[in-house]
């Protein structure tokens, strides 16, 4: 069965320093969704991605963070001058709506785990 | 923004014992999904039921998009039924958010 992959699985960086998470959604999704869990906390909504650029953002996407998807299979998500407060899981999904049709199921990856010092 | 609010917040069962999660949401939605996140953090999709009723084994969900909520059902549950069960809706925008969870715990 298809699947969401993310890498790497753990990351540990210093403050001040900026990070790339990784994201391979399921092939032939036009979706792609980033969202954040502080330990502990609820799954928040970061950003959603369609037709190469933005659809929606959160007010926690600030101009600290980007996304991109730089090739036919990848999505990334950056984070620059990574605070503490950035520490957290990442998950990414995809979701097998049509283009401009109505929600579909998503499909999340199993999550990186930055850990910032 | 649609707020999201999931009851109880903690269950603790005895392995056998069924269960019902409830989902409240205060505005009309066009996707809704249910997880399960496991001990090691994994979010398992469970089922996509904006409106409905769908069963899958031991667990059942139904939504009544009228009255804005959802209930998951878990029969003879297990110890490995045990994590964090979400919530999640989409409201016409691309922005799917989460109910705060409830955590479950299955004795044996």
């Known amino acids: 069965e298809p699947e969401v992959t993310q890498t790497p699985s753990h990351q540990v960086t210093q403050m001040g320093q900026e990070v790339i998470l990784r994201c391979v959604p399921i092939?032939?999704?036009?979706?792609f969704y980033w969202y954040r869990q502080i330990l502990g906390q609820k799954v928040e909504f970061l950003v959603s991605?369609?037709?190469?650029?933005?659809?929606?953002k959160s007010e926690i996407f600030d101009d600290q963070f980007s996304v991109e998807r730089p090739d036919g299979s990848n999505f990334t998500l950056k984070i620059r001058s990574t605070k503490l407060e950035d520490s957290a899981m990442y998950f990414c999904a995809s979701s097998g709506r049509l283009a401009g049709g109505p929600q579909d199921t998503q499909y999340f990856g199993p999550g990186t785990r930055l850990t910032v010092l | 923004g649609i707020q999201v609010e999931q009851s109880p917040p903690d269950l603790i069962l005895q392995e056998g014992a069924n269960s019902t999660l409830r989902c409240n949401f205060s505005d009309s939605v066009n996707n809704l999904q249910w997880f399960h996140q496991n001990p090691w953090g994994q979010l398992i999709n469970l089922f996509y039921i904006p409106s409905g009723t769908k069963q899958n084994g031991r667990l059942s969900a139904t939504t009544v998009a009228t009255e804005r909520y959802s209930l998951l059902y878990i029969s003879s549950s297990q110890t490995t039924d045990s994590g964090v069960y979400f919530c999640a809706v989409e409201s016409g925008v691309n922005d799917m958010r989460f109910g705060a969870g409830t955590r479950l715990t299955v004795k044996p």
């Open positions: 092939s032939n999704h036009l979706y």
């Open positions: 991605f369609y037709n190469n650029e933005i659809s929606e």
